[in-house]
């Protein structure tokens, strides 16, 4: 950056390693945010999955620490799911699709649903990521307007050396003597 910006005083070395900071610190927010909507996937997916997995067979047994067992497996059967799918089970990947497509419903379905729940934390890392980089624009038009106050003031003193040429000096002025 600061190769490409060729800071000329110090002030500009400061806003070039401010820019610097602001775009990393973006490219952070925009990972996190990326990872935090690939978090809220699977969630989603075990929400949406609960319902059609509740239906699941029963345990085999007969005795109540059975029952149990299998009323707890069944109510975490969504959940169970969503996790095998999201470690990538190729098992359940194919379950998890068929059971969306029984429902009339597509991953982009689930993705949305994900997208919608968790709008609100979406647009906080949006407004923060926009922040940073409205802070980054700022930088790079001051540093345009600090150039262009220095460019203004290096043509008034070229103008000033031209008028300056022009002058007359008279013969007999005295020169100034060192002692």
Known sequence: MSGNLKPSDIFEEIWVREIVDLMWETFRWRRH??????????????????????????AHGTSLMAKLRAAGDAHNAGEKLANE?????????????????????TMASVV????????????????IIASAEWRCNALLH??????????????????????????????????????
């Open 112 to 127: 949305a649903q994900a997208t919608a729940s968790e709008l609100d934390k979406i647009e906080r890392f949006n407004r």
């Open 33 to 58: 945010l990326a990872s935090f909507h690939e978090s809220a996937i699977p969630k989603s997916l075990a929400r949406i999955l609960q319902p059609l997995t509740q239906n699941e067979p029963e």
């Open 85 to 105: 799918w999201a470690a990538g089970d190729k098992t359940a990947t194919e379950l998890v699709q068929g059971k969306l497509v029984s429902a009339g419903m």
């Open 142 to 179: 001051e540093i345009e307007r600090h150039r262009a106050t220095i460019a203004q003031k290096r043509r008034n003193e070229v103008r000033k050396i031209e008028n300056a040429e022009f002058e007359t000096v008279e013969a007999n002025a005295v020169a100034p003597t060192c002692n």
